[in-house]
């Protein structure tokens, strides 16, 4: 039996919400089935046990002690003073993709500096 796939779709596109639901009840009633959502890869305790390797480090506020947090961040990035001065005002990230350790040794400078730090 050959059937037209667009004229389906179209056909579908035309029935309301309330008919949709009636065709999904009478399909299930026919064919025995449910509409239940498969369980990828990633769902389920699997999912929650993976730890995240790769973290953004984010400055958030340089703080009231400026100076010490642009030493950091020069320290850190290798930027030049007048970028590292721009950094410590807008904040944003500072480091993308580096390792927990890394990150969490990078946040403790800049904390200790003064500044506000999140890890993403």
Known sequence: MAYDKQALIDQLGQLT?????????G????????????????AGPAAAAEEK???DVILVDAGASKI?????????TGLGLKEAKDMSE????????????????????LEAAGARVDLK
């Open 27 to 42: 399909l299930k009633e026919t064919w025995g089935v449910t509409a239940a959502v498969a369980a990828g890869p990633a």
């Open 53 to 55: 390797t790769e973290f």
């Open 17 to 25: 919400i309330m008919e949709l639901a009636d065709l999904i009840d």
């Open 68 to 76: 010490n947090v642009i030493k950091e961040i020069r320290a850190i």
């Open 90 to 109: 807008k904040g944003g990230a500072l480091k993308e993709g580096v390792s927990k350790d890394e990150a969490e040794k990078i946040k403790a400078q």
